[in-house]
């Protein structure tokens, strides 16, 4: 034994086994009741993004991670008499709601990380999780009905309230919401809910609103089912249609719903619609921390997408052909803010290698077969795709340069026309 060593005994390696044992354990537990978490955003994530612009509420609170921040005290005071407003100013309904709350409560604040609730009693953190469940469901109920005015804020701080209710650190646990649902409107609130996320609310589906609003976006994709490929090599949208590959929308606006269809002389790449405005990145941002801090590493479809339409997306230009293939709205301003958009937000990012992974292969086949065929298919097939895909996105996409190009065939003819007849007309 070497000097300075300390003997292991067999009692040493006991306890050793024990804590691997008991930590796998945990983690299976922990596991199994992560959809009742209401998780924090990832360190990682933290440290290389714009927290507070992006992360922390604006205007309100819900729940205890942010709960207490004077910039947020404002609506802070308005949460009571929206709560009167949400129970009909009928003491015996908030009462039970109250009770209804507290005989949960250990189920409800095992939902946060433990150290944020630490200095709540149990009165206290149902109290503020009543409060908070009130203002939710009212404010989704007047946003949806078009009653703003009812819930006495400003334009501006409804607007800044709906992007601080998708927040990842701003949640409300489902089952705190689905106490406060009247049982005898539950049809009605399920409706509130669908216009408010254009999601079908199902209870038991999710953990809280932004799980709900990712559910929407994402189906379900048996992962076993696909195939891994590391040999894609990434290429903008200009570089694609200059073999031939053309853009369309998918069916579908589910982020998984991504095909690659190869024809005789062309391909088609669908990709699900998307509307870019003022709120994309910091809905995208949460989404993905949600599935960074996720324990199931393979539910990473949100993030994916970001990365691959980052790979897409390279400049302006590439944002413009989107647009033409009614494939992207833009709603946030120039063509270079979007591509600027999708860049950042893949900063750092690393995909589920098996997503696309099937789109991304018949991608490469098709360009390097494209390429890399004999000298006169090359030529033929290469300069048909790029000349058509060319002639198509410069002049065929807009009618009046249409109607001016079959204007400019026309007159040709009718000049050659009369060009000839001059020549060749018999004597009178």
């Known amino acids: ?3 300075g060593e300390e003997p292991i005994t067999i009692s040493d390696d006991e306890e050793w086994i024990k804590c691997i044992i008991n930590a796998g354990a945990t ?78 409560i250990r189920e409800v604040r095992g939902c946060y990380d433990e150290e944020s609730t630490q200095g709540y009693t149990d009165k206290a953190f149902a109290r503020m999780m009543l409060l908070d469940g009130c203002f939710v469901l009212y404010f989704i109920r ?19 309230a709906q992007q601080d209710l998708l927040l990842l650190e701003n949640q409300l646990p489902f089952l705190v919401i689905q106490d406060l649902m009247d049982p005898f409107e539950m049809t009605m609130w399920k409706l509130w809910i669908h216009l408010y996320l ?3 609310f199902k209870t038991g589906t999710a953990a809280h609103l932004l799980e709900l609003l990712r559910n929407r976006m994402v189906d379900y994709v ?46 088609d790449l669908r990709l699900p619609k998307i509307t870019v405005d003022s709120s994309t990145k910091s809905n995208f941002f949460n989404l993905i921390a949600d599935e960074v801090s996720s324990d199931e590493p393979n539910e990473l479809w949100v993030t994916s997408y970001i990365c691959f339409l980052s ?10 052909i989107l647009q033409s293939a009614k494939v992207l709205d833009n709603r946030l301003g120039s063509d270079g803010e979007v591509a600027s958009l999708f860049h950042e937000l893949a900063i750092d990012l690393v995909p589920n290698p098996y997503a696309y992974a099937n789109v991304k292969k018949e991608i490469q086949n098709y360009y390097e077969e494209t390429i890399s065929s004999s000298w006169f298919n090359k030529f033929c097939r290469y300069k048909k795709k790029t000349y058509l895909s060319q002639l198509k996105e ?35």
């Open 142 to 160: 007047c946003v949806t009905r078009n009653l703003e005015h009812d819930l006495g804020m400003t334009s501006l701080h409804i607007t800044f």
């Open 222 to 267: 048996d992962i076993n089912k696909l195939t891994h490929f590391t040999g894609y090599t990434s290429r903008n949208i200009k570089e694609l249609m200059a073999v031939g590959i053309e853009f369309k929308p998918s069916e579908s606006n589910s982020l998984t719903d991504i095909s690659f269809t190869s024809h005789q002389s062309y391909a």
């Open 311 to 320: 790979t897409l997306v390279a400049n302006p230009d590439d944002v413009k």
């Open 1 to 3: 034994m070497a000097d």
């Open 394 to 428: 410069d002049h065929l996409k807009n009618p009046w340069r249409i109607l001016a190009l079959v204007g400019a065939i026309l007159a040709l003819i009718f000049t050659g026309a009369q060009a000839y007849f001059q020549i060749w007309s018999p004597p009178s």
């Open 27 to 104: 983690k299976a537990n922990r596991s199994q009741t992560r959809k009742l978490r209401m998780q924090k955003v990832p360190q990682m994530l933290r440290a290389n993004k714009d927290f507070q612009k992006y992360f922390a509420p604006r205007v309100v609170s819900i729940g205890p991670y942010h709960h207490g921040n004077p910039v947020l005290q404002h609506v802070q005071n308005l949460k009571p008499v929206i709560a009167s407003k949400f129970v009909l100013n009928e003491p015996k309904r908030f009462q039970e709601f109250y009770e209804k709350i507290l005989r949960r």
């Open 198 to 200: 254009k999601v079908n």
